[in-house]
Antibody, heavy 116, light 108 residues
Framework: QVQLVQSGAEVKKPGASVKVSCKAS????????IHWVRQAPGQGLEWMGI????????SHAQKFQGRVTVTRDTSTSTVYMELSSLTSEDTAVYYC?????????WGQGTLVTVSS | EIVLTQSPGTLSLSPGERATLSCRAT???????LAWYQQKPGQAPRLLIY???NRATGIPDRFSGSGSGTDFTLTISRLEPEDFAVYFC?????????FGQGTKLEIK
């Protein structure tokens, strides 16, 4: 079965960077784009970016331009999302997801807490 | 970028009642690529509707989606206790794949 398994919770200081991983299994890794979506505590869903695992091309929300880097490793079927220059407003649960309907899959989420 | 605005922000209803949630886009949604998700606390969102009106696998038929262009609606015909949650619409066409801000459906 399709699974997206994310790395564990992180605590970071303001100004630091965080790198979250998302390991895919149960399907052909290069056949589906992977999205990153985040959700701050008590808030809505915020789309961050997308990667095509086949060629590695990416696209990001304008809000995150220059601060987010999404990469992939086809040898391990893993996608990475790195967010730099963290502030307290980046405290959120970060999800990777395959968002192409009708078969949508989400990772379990990774809580990133930014605190001094 | 397509901005999606959901209304109302909170909807208070009783089990057995009908719920109507709205999602309005700032420009026409390509091919009506509009999805609806349900999210409960501590869980990832669950896909309910895609392509504006297609129910996802395993979704009860009390959930239905309608609309086209810039105006879309999610209807829950008779609310069950498990339906009280937060609902998001999403544009699932070309990136950026934006989300609405959500409608909280709460028990009256």
């Amino acid at each position: 079965q399709v699974q997206l398994v994310q790395s564990g919770a992180e605590v970071k200081k303001p100004g630091a960077s965080v790198k979250v991983s998302c390991k895919a299994s149960g399907y052909t890794f290069t056949s589906y784009h992977i999205h990153w979506v985040r959700q701050a505590p008590g808030q809505g869903l915020e789309w961050m970016g997308i990667i095509n695992p086949s060629g590695g091309s990416t696209s990001h929300a304008q809000k995150f331009q220059g601060r987010v880097t999404v990469t992939r490793d086809t040898s391990t079927s893993t996608v990475y999302m790195e967010l730099s220059s963290l502030t307290s407003e980046d405290t959120a649960v970060y999800y990777c997801a395959r968002l192409l309907p009708p078969n949508v899959y989400w990772g379990q989420g990774t809580l990133v807490t930014v605190s001094s | 970028e397509i901005v999606l605005t959901q209304s109302p922000g909170t909807l208070s209803l009783s089990p057995g009642e009908r719920a109507t949630l709205s999602c309005r886009a700032t420009q026409s949604v390509t091919n009506n690529y509009l999805a609806w998700y349900q999210q409960k606390p501590g869980q990832a969102p669950r896909l309910l509707i895609y392509g504006a009106s297609n129910r996802a696998t395993g979704i009860p038929d009390r959930f239905s989606g309608s609309g086209s262009g810039t105006d879309f609606t999610l209807t829950i015909s008779r609310l069950e206790p498990e339906d009280f949650a937060v609902y998001f619409c999403q544009h699932h066409g070309n990136s950026p794949c934006t989300f609405g801000q959500g409608t909280k459906l709460e028990i009256k």
